[in-house]
């Protein structure tokens, strides 16, 4: 399994100009989410999703879309990048455990992202 | 806001055990502690979890307080490869969310 892929590695934008970041997983796990880390800090969830066509709201959604259209893919996408959206984002994905509970999340390498 | 405290630096010499200590006096009965490590800003990779018994795996110990109150996390034989922040979390094992809430965790420095 490649377990958590992101691309791009890196990406610069200007402000103003979107973009979609790609988050893919092979495990089969319901549950993804999107994260944010600025430098010197912990993650933020930006998104997540519980299964396919279920998407709902991190604590710091604006100026983020996500969907979910199948199991394997969550894109998040910048609808009009500003400067302060410049940070390290993180993907992760959870399975269901026997007792339908969520279970441990894994992560991706992540995107840095830099807008001017 | 995170529900833990952690001191924000620690240093160890390699080969040596690293405790890092984790304070989590809110937990509530249906909250798991469990330990994250980020090396050098890459994606947060899972160490260990635990509700109220200690736990060991390949890669750690975790030792819970009886109140629950309080963690450690023990690398048994720390490599300069183990340098790294670590993050304690605690997470609502049947929450809807999923959600993990990091705070700015720990540094640990492995010096050789």
């Known amino acids: 399994n490649a377990g958590v892929t992101q691309t791009p590695k890196f990406q610069v934008l200007k402000t103003g100009q979107s973009m979609t970041l790609q988050c893919a997983q092979d495990?089969?796990?319901?549950?993804m989410s999107w994260y944010r880390q600025d430098p010197g800090m912990g993650l933020r969830l930006i998104h997540y999703?519980?299964?396919?066509?279920?998407?709902d709201q991190g604590e710091v959604p604006n100026g983020y879309n996500v969907s979910r259209s199948t199991t394997e893919d969550f894109p998040l996408r910048l609808l009009s990048a500003a400067p302060s959206q410049t940070s390290v984002y993180f993907c992760?994905?959870?399975?269901?455990?026997?007792?339908?509970?969520?279970?441990?999340?894994?992560f991706g390498p992540g995107t840095r992202l830099t807008v001017l | 806001d995170a529900k833990t405290t952690q001191p924000p630096s620690m240093d160890c010499a390699e080969g040596r055990a690293a405790n890092l200590p984790c304070n989590h006096s809110?937990?509530?009965?249906?909250?798991?502690v469990y330990w994250y490590r980020q090396i050098h800003s890459q994606g947060p990779q899972y160490i260990i979890h635990?509700?109220?018994n200690n736990e060991t795996n390949e890669m750690a110990s975790l030792i819970i307080t009886e109140d629950r109150k309080s963690s450690t996390l023990i690398l048994p034989h720390a490599t300069l490869r183990d340098t790294a922040v670590y993050y304690c979390?605690?997470?609502?094992?049947?929450?809807?969310?999923?959600?993990?809430?990091f705070g700015t965790g720990t540094l640990l420095a492995v010096q050789p």
């Open positions: 809110t937990i509530s009965g249906n909250e798991y």
């Open positions: 979390i605690v997470r609502d094992y049947g929450g809807a969310t999923n959600k993990l809430i």
């Open positions: 992760a994905s959870s399975y269901r455990d026997r007792g339908h509970r969520w279970g441990t999340q894994y």
């Open positions: 635990g509700l109220k």
């Open positions: 999703s519980v299964g396919a066509g279920i998407t």
């Open positions: 495990m089969n796990h319901e549950y």
